[in-house]
């Protein structure tokens, strides 16, 4: 059984695995981080002592969860002091091998979700995807997540790949939309706040009917004249005129193309 | 006081409206549509007549409200045979003044939202956006909306297009992210529904901190490795390598841009 557990990393995602752990009765026995800002702060939020130095990580933890850049992993796992410990790291597009190093047993754990800093979430609502080398550390993990989250499943690093990829699109992506639609307000005086009830809406019936059938607008409709009318107005946007045509486009051609198949 | 409505139009948003003037206590005195199928459909629903020919719109309503297509607007008023009556189109992109015509007294009621045959909305949570002509029957109409809606407000012709082109942003586009996301994922066999989670977390986190600030992802980190990654993994995609690139640049440009601001 997983009881005691050390925290390789401080940034948002290593902070709120570590916020949750301990809510749900673990021990951190130890967080790391290059800084000793960002280390003493995570050990006073989590009640534990901190090192700046990967030789000081101490023997003894149950799993050793590395939460760093993806593109400080190999670096990390390279002066990773311990051997035959169970480590996992928690990157979306990181492949597990890259933990195949001094007898370690790799692991991921990958909480599939948002993290900012000060913004608390309700961690039983989070999606882990947990991946493996040895059966046997499996169990221990799955065990371990779901005492967590209820939302746990068991994926490959070329699914969880694409997974990330999948999440760039729903998360940072619409948020992107969210922003060019504040930006475009705000430049005319108007607020964002007035678009809430529609985006909560786009939501629903996205999930009610997936976001194929919930399709509405101008371009679905492949509704020439207010199309053009719209792209004529951004031409003072910068670049969101180009993002309009483009993405406009796409719904026109994914709905012809289907339509076409339906026939 | 607007008691008595003629809907000019059956689709998704004239049933919805009517719907909802049905359940605030209105009178819908007619339903026009092209085709009987549609007219007599809505008007099933609203209990009230209907027609197929503009020649036999009644009088004697205190609003005749157009929710055709936008291409068909300017053709509906050169045919409505009356005059001197408050007629409001419902477009977010239409002028005003295309209802300049037969002494009309033009004015635009729009509702922000996105409306789907079969799924139900709440109206009183939806925005709805007033213009008219004559001052007099702003008065009228914005009681009248009220009656409806807790969120009315009075907006001219080039706000209201602001407002659609920032719409379509976090409407339409939004949407077409969640599309590509499922695309993605049921391409390997994955299901949509594991998305659901980190959807609604970004758009709380949008909602309470603005989209700029709640950004994350590899293109706000300027995590060139995995968007290299994620690039060379959607080249069999078709155009979503293309959506990956453009999408990314752009928030990266925004954020360096804001940063240098900041500075």
Known sequence: MIKKITLIGAGNVATHIGVALMNAGKEILQVYSR???????????????????????????????????????????????????????????????????????????????????????????????LETFYEEDMK???????????????????????????????????NHMFYIAEDILNQHQLDFNILKPLIRETVRKAELSGPYKAQTGPAVRNDKSTLKLHSEILSSFGDYQKFYNFISDSIISKHNQKHKYKK
């Not at 169970?86 to 692991?107: C, E, Q």
């Open 35 to 129: 800084t000793s800002k960002s280390a003493s702060e995570l050990a006073d939020k989590l009640k534990c002592p901190y090192t700046t130095d990967l030789e000081n990580i101490l023997p003894g933890s149950d799993l050793y969860i590395i939460s760093v850049a993806d593109s400080a992993i190999s670096k990390t796992v390279n002066e990773f002091p311990l051997d035959d410990v169970l480590v996992a790291h928690t990157s979306g597009s990181t492949d597990l091998d890259v933990l195949l190093k001094n007898n370690l047993r790799p692991a991921v754990f990958y909480p599939l979700q948002t993290f900012s800093k000060n913004v608390e979430v309700n961690f039983d609502q989070i999606p882990l995807f």
């Open 140 to 174: 221990k993990l799955k065990a371990f997540a779901g005492e967590i989250s209820s939302k746990v499943y068991s994926i490959n690093s070329q699914q969880r790949l694409i997974l990330h990829i999948s999440a760039v699109f729903a998360c940072n992506f619409t």
